[in-house]
């Protein structure tokens, strides 16, 4: 059976938390320590649909398998046109295109809103995912030392940006 990307519904939301709660607990590929409440899950989706920014799903099966959103890079009006991302695949489904589909899209809701460009924020220890933005054409831009800390260490920032056309 293929694989549906589609934008994310309130009923969405417990399988996004346990993708990124695994991720929150067992990565670093994202800095919070503590994971989210379903009722904090749903504030997030509540608030990107405000300020018109997606999160999509992909679902494979009746199964959330993943998913993917984009949010303000900064909050000063100057960075209006500038957005980060953000990409998780659930553990069970990780080197099977899924991570690909979401960015795809994400790149294409980006285009189509007239953003201009794309930035993503990777913890340098995370080889896979710095070549697999390259392969989209991200550029690493900038890399901020010792910019995070989870797991009793000290972790380095890697800005990647793709520049939308």
Same mark, same amino acid.
């Given at each position: 059976?293929?694989? =549906?990307i @589609?934008?994310?519904? #309130?009923?969405d939301?417990?399988? *996004?938390?346990?993708i =990124?709660n695994?991720?929150? /607990? ?6 919070d320590?503590? =994971? @989210?409440t379903l009722?904090?899950?749903i504030?997030i989706l509540k608030e990107?649909?405000? @300020?018109?920014f997606?999160?999509i *799903?992909?679902e494979?099966?009746?199964?959330? =398998?993943g $998913?993917g959103t984009y949010g303000s890079?900064?909050f000063?009006i100057g960075y209006q046109f500038?957005?980060?991302h953000?990409v998780?695949?659930?553990?069970d $489904?990780? +080197?099977n +295109? ?5 960015l795809?899209? /994400?790149?294409?809701l980006?285009?189509?809103q007239?953003?201009?460009?794309m930035?993503g924020?990777i ?5 896979d995912? #710095?070549?697999?933005?390259? %392969? $989209? +054409?991200?550029?690493? *831009? +900038?890399i901020? %030392?010792?910019?995070?800390?989870k $797991?009793d @260490? ?5 800005f990647?940006?793709l520049?939308?056309?």
């Open positions: 059976m293929s694989i =549906i @589609r934008i994310a519904t #309130i009923h939301m417990p399988s *996004v938390l346990e =990124i695994y991720e929150i /607990l067992h990565s670093t590929s994202i800095w320590y503590d =994971i @989210r009722e904090q899950q504030t990107k649909k405000e @300020r018109d997606p999160l *799903v992909a494979k099966e009746d199964k959330i =398998i $998913f890079f900064r000063k500038t957005v980060e953000s998780y695949v659930h553990k $489904f990780h +080197g +295109g899924i991570g690909k589909l979401l795809l899209e /994400l790149i294409a980006a285009k189509l007239k953003l201009h460009t930035i924020v913890d340098s220890e995370n080889r995912s #710095i070549a697999f933005h390259e %392969k $989209f +054409g991200f550029k690493t *831009v +900038g901020i %030392k010792e910019s995070g800390y $797991f @260490r000290w972790l380095d920032s890697v990647m940006q520049i939308l056309k």
